[in-house]
């Protein structure tokens, strides 16, 4: 493993993925990209029950892209502008999109521990998580209009979903600065923690999903995921599908028993 990058740790059901770069608030480059696929094939390979990724230090979080000049997929930003090459613009922007869709697509529940500012990409990383606990010193700003950007790496989307159309245009359009606490109010996060224990609730919150069926959250976050695109009808079908097949499992065999036993469920991992 590097002195730096993307990094992997697991804690019995639970893994964490650290983005190693503080000394330029853990901004992602052309290398750490390649570390996330390195790290999402991992994952694939032996899944968790639920993910966190967290940032470096105590100060960022994620700051998004790496704009220095020296990082290679900057200076080709920078030469496919000059040549208005759209067709390069496009291969490097889904070269990042297929990066962070593959990890948030692991079907399992991935939270967000932001430990200090989320700006741009790192915002937008974040709304990519399913749950989102802060620091309460945390601060968040999809600055990507400020720089004549916009997201692009699918946190657009994401936030006009979690928070709607009206929402989401003020805080992508004004880029302004969120701090936790109004992130919390508005429903951007989750829970906000106590200084500097931010990874400490995030695996609260981690080992309190983690202690129920697998099969359970799995089919749930599904239904969860997907629905919003779906007609309601058609989502209400997802739902009964994935419920039928869950019971079909058995797995809840092992939480009712216990339930009528008076104890605490222990479900079996799945293979």
């Not at 059901?13 to 996330?36: H, Q």
Request: proline share 5%; glycine share 8%.
């Amino acid at each position: 493993m590097s002195d730096f990058g993307i990094h992997l740790e697991r804690k019995g059901k639970i893994a964490i993925i650290m983005i190693d770069r503080p000394e330029v608030r853990n901004t992602l480059n052309e290398a750490m990209w390649t570390d996330l696929e390195r790290v999402t094939g991992r994952l694939k390979e032996n899944l968790p029950q639920v993910i966190i990724i967290r940032g470096q230090g105590d100060k960022a979080f994620c700051a998004g892209m790496d704009v220095n000049p020296e990082n290679p997929q900057i200076a080709e930003f920078i030469k496919a502008i000059e040549n208005k090459d759209r067709k390069l613009i496009e291969t490097l922007i889904y070269r990042i999109r297929n990066a962070v869709d593959s990890l948030v697509s692991l079907p399992v529940p991935i939270i967000a521990a932001i430990n200090g500012l989320a700006y741009g990409g790192g915002a937008e990383f974040a709304v990519r998580c399913d749950l989102r606990v802060a620091d309460p010193n945390a601060i968040i700003r999809f600055s990507e209009v400020s720089l004549g950007l916009m997201p692009d790496w699918g946190g657009g989307v994401a936030l006009t979903r979690l928070l709607g159309p009206a929402k989401a245009a003020d805080l992508i359009l004004t880029a302004r600065i969120v701090t936790a606490q109004d992130a919390l109010e508005m429903g951007l996060v989750n829970r906000i923690s106590k200084s500097g224990k931010v990874l400490e609730e995030a695996m609260t919150l981690a080992e309190s999903i983690s202690a129920n069926g697998p099969r359970a959250v799995r089919s749930a976050l599904e239904v969860i995921r997907k629905s919003p695109d779906m007609p309601f009808e058609t989502a209400l079908d997802l739902e009964s599908e994935a419920a039928v097949s869950l019971i079909a499992s058995g797995e809840c065999f092992h939480g009712i028993t216990a339930f009528f036993e008076k104890r605490k469920a222990e479900f079996p991992d799945i293979v």
